[in-house]
């Protein structure tokens, strides 16, 4: 019956419509009604990720390994921002993650910005093979839905490579320079690791940035 619920076509599925015909069903609506009232499905059940065959949660073995790799503190030979304070951005689904940071300064030749972009490295705990991998590899990337968020990587992962105010983690940088009329003057990418001078969430971000930084920023190409 649930075959019968998640495909779109009657196609191949005569058993299942003989038995939704013989317990009396009209449609795919009234056989999701009585799946939901027996318990195999919730209320509020996301048919697409069923029928995309989208997995919703990771397997038990998976979990354990990433929680084993969360312990362990990856090699990553960045250079350290100690005079550039950053603002890290917290996830809208965990304010515990926080993946990505940003910070700005004037140059002092001319009047010129330069801006940072932080992104965390929650890869280099991963290992490139065995079943988180292939999980991994499976769901290819991060699925966002009104009602939920499925992760491309277990969370505690996530969590472990988090921007923090306590101590210095690896990032990889982008090092922008805009000039007054928002022209890119020079652009490179590093290895760095850094430590947050403040964590706000997506919300709060948008009061952090200067006004005449957001301008800047608008006009830049």
């Known amino acids: 019956m649930a075959a019968y619920v998640l495909s779109e076509t009657d196609e191949g599925l ?10 009396h069903l009209h449609g795919r609506a009234a056989v999701l009604d009585v ?3 027996v318990g195999y499905w919730d209320v509020d059940e996301n ?6 065959q989208i997995p919703q949660v990771f397997t038990e073995q998976a979990e354990q390994l990433a929680a084993g790799l969360a312990t362990t503190r990856p090699v990553w030979r960045g250079w350290p921002n100690w005079s550039q304070p950053s603002i890290g ?10 993946l990505r940071a940003w910070a700005v300064r004037r140059r002092r030749e001319g009047w010129r910005l330069r801006l940072r972009l932080h992104v965390a490295l929650p890869c280099l705990r991963l290992t490139p093979d065995g079943p988180l991998a292939e999980e991994i590899s499976g769901r290819g990337i991060r699925v966002d839905l009104p009602d939920q968020t499925l992760p491309l990587i277990p969370p505690v992962l996530l969590r472990a490579a988090s921007f923090t105010t306590l101590e210095y983690r690896p990032a990889l940088t982008v090092i922008v320079d805009v000039d007054a009329s928002g022209d890119l003057a020079k652009a490179q990418l590093r290895r760095s690791r850094i430590r947050l001078s403040a964590r706000v969430s997506p919300s709060e971000n948008q009061n952090a940035v200067p006004s005449d930084v957001v301008g800047l920023v608008s006009a830049f190409r």
């Open 89 to 98: 951005v917290s996830d809208e689904t965990d304010s515990e993650i926080c």
């Open 14 to 23: 005569r058993d299942s419509i003989d038995l939704v015909r013989a317990a």
């Open 47 to 52: 048919l697409i990720l069923h029928r995309e």
């Open 35 to 37: 799946l939901v009232r």
